[in-house]
């Protein structure tokens, strides 16, 4: 495993974290506790030290998994990142709360879920523009900093895009960026990292498998079953990304190398991305995922 220090906040994450939605049970199969600990184990084993989460993964379920992990495990090895501004109502709906009082509540009821004293990396989660430029809802997050329950700040930007939230994460006291970057996606380039870089902003680069398309697994083909979320993917975006992911293969992927591998290492090849955190379904995934960590790719 490589590390890399996430931005200012000093935190030395492996380049290779581990999303935890898929513990929700909204990606087409529910993770009893056994499940999650076998997943944990395998990253833990393989130099893997950060661990994303949210609120709404879940009411808090998948922070309860990854809590009760670790209230049997040695915390102090893992990077624990969570977010807030959402309370989970049922499968893919979600009431948005961003006002202070709000997300107080969501703090305590994260800090509970996942047994800890204190969040590594707490980040606003999704929400727009006029919800992140809030004075108050900053304000009362540096508070809960200044009382030890959190120990950085940071944005993950919603899926849409947003220039501004990168332009004023580190006036608001934010030190980290989660942004969506593949192959596919490559906005980032453009609209958050030249903000990082000149912010010294960490950047957790998400979906970096473009929700398991660029696994390489999927054909034309794929259908998902209701209960995982990319049934609700617009069928014929669906069928062009796949397409895409055929030329991938054909024109740009490296004779011999697993196309989950290479997908990794090419979003870890830009000097702005901290590290990348894809979800794992089994600790196969996970080790076939660290083992990204290894591969140098030329620019």
Known sequence: MRYRILGS?????????????????????????ADADAILDQAGALGINLLDTAECYGDHL??????????????????????????????????????PAGVRQQLEASLRALRLEAIDLYQFHSGSDSQLLNDDLWAMLAEQKQAGKIRHLGISIL???????????????????????????????????????????????????????????????????????????????????????ERIRQSELPAGMAMAQWALAWCLQHPAVSTVIPGCMSPAQVAANAAAAELELPR
């Not at 000093?10 to 993770?31: K, M």
């Not at 893992?78 to 501004?85: D, P, R």
Request: cysteine-free; proline content about 3%; hydrophobic content about 35%.
């Open 9 to 33: 906040t000093g935190l030395r994450v492996s380049v290779i974290g581990l999303g935890t939605w898929q513990f929700g049970g909204e990606w087409g199969r529910a993770f009893s506790q």
């Open 62 to 99: 998948s922070e309860s998994l990854v809590g009760d992990y670790l209230s049997r495990h040695d915390r102090s090895r893992w990077i624990v990142a969570t977010k807030f501004g959402h309370r989970f109502q049922r499968f893919m709906t979600r009431a948005e709360d961003f006002s």
């Open 159 to 245: 899926g849409k895009g947003s220039e501004p939230q990168a332009r004023e994460a580190r006036r608001l006291g934010a030190e980290a960026l989660q942004v969506i970057y593949n192959r596919f996606d490559r906005r980032p380039e453009q609209l958050y990292f030249p903000h990082a870089q000149r912010d010294h902003l960490g950047i957790l680069a998400r979906v970096p498998l473009a929700s398991g398309l660029l696994s390489g697994k999927y054909r034309a083909d794929a259908a998902f079953p209701a209960q995982d979320w990319r049934s609700t993917l617009d069928a014929d975006k669906l069928r062009r990304d796949l397409a895409e992911v």
